[in-house]
């Protein structure tokens, strides 16, 4: 995938290339439509997705981290 031409794939084929990567240790949170126009309108629905790289228990784990930390923040 060339770098400069990022802006040419959507989301999907995005976030496709990055679950067929060995080296790509994480989730993905993602909106199931691409936005379409400036702003959030509606109710959205969100995938998770993980590679093999990591089980279903450590990325739901990490995925508990990431909610606590963001409780954290809300509280600052």
């Not at 976030?15 to 060995?22: A, F, G, S, V």
């Not at 240790?25 to 199931?32: C, P, T």
């Not at 990325?59 to 508990?64: E, F, P, T, V």
């Amino acid at each position: 995938m060339d770098m400069g031409e990022l802006a040419f794939y959507t989301n999907q084929e995005l976030i496709n290339e990055l679950m067929r990567r060995k080296t790509f240790l994480g989730v993905v949170v993602h909106a199931e439509d691409e936005l379409r126009q400036q702003g959030w309108r509606g109710e959205k629905i969100f995938r998770v997705q993980f590679n093999a790289n990591l089980e279903r228990e450590t990325a739901s784990g990490l995925l508990d981290v990431i909610a606590e930390r963001m409780l954290l923040l809300n509280e600052d």
